[in-house]
């Protein structure tokens, strides 16, 4: 006799169902219930794993979702700072601060472009900050009182040279909504550098 048969024998004896009929009866109890509990556990495993896999598909279509959303934003906050920087106001004015004008004339440039920036920072709700820099990276007008938006280190005047916006890593500053800064170079139609156009996005909506 198996192991298991004697077991089975000695909790039959035990609970006085070891005569021949009540053992007929308890295994075909068994024999009925054994079939069902397979079904059930095989049924469970085949739901979860077709769970997971419903869930891996739907943070997959969200992963997506949310990085294509990103992508577009990005892109229209490219396409702003390139029209900004494209007018008029800025050429001219950081023109005459590249040659090199003080006195009046250099007020008068640095006091047209910060009314420039403060227009269309109040145009732009997200834009939390917009700054001119000169060609080294150093702030010449900005919107609101209080500049926001810092110098330009030398690294990053480097890699900004170019036609298209550059785009620096999200920061959170103290209790702030995260901002991103989005620069593009200013230059001459024969490409001489004029300076940049600095934009810091707040991300709402995003973080």
Do not use: C
């Amino acid at each position: 006799m198996l192991a298991w048969e004697r077991a089975l024998t000695r909790a039959l004896a035990t609970v006085r169902l070891n005569g021949i009929t009540s053992k007929i009866l308890l295994f075909a109890v068994f024999a009925t219930l054994l079939p069902a509990f397979g079904t059930g556990w095989l049924s469970y495993r085949n739901n979860s794993q077709t769970l997971t896999e419903n869930v891996a598909q739907q943070l997959d279509g969200l992963a997506s979702h949310a990085a294509q959303n990103l992508d577009l934003w990005l892109r229209e906050r490219r396409y702003e700072v390139r029209v900004i920087s494209s007018s008029y106001e800025v050429s001219e004015n950081l023109s005459i601060l590249r040659r090199g004008a003080g006195g009046p004339a250099g007020d008068r440039a640095r006091g047209r472009l910060r009314n420039y920036l403060e227009s269309v920072w109040k145009r732009f709700p997200d834009y939390g900050g917009i700054a001119m820099l000169d060609p080294s990276g150093a702030v010449v007008a900005s919107s609101g009182a209080v500049p926001t938006v810092s110098d330009l280190g030398k690294e990053w005047v480097e890699s900004i040279r170019g036609t298209e916006p550059v785009v620096e890593s999200p920061r959170r500053p103290a209790s702030a909504t995260p901002i991103v800064r989005v620069t593009q170079a200013v230059a001459t139609p024969e490409g001489e550098p004029l300076g940049f156009l600095a934009v810091e996005v707040e991300l709402r909506g995003l973080y």
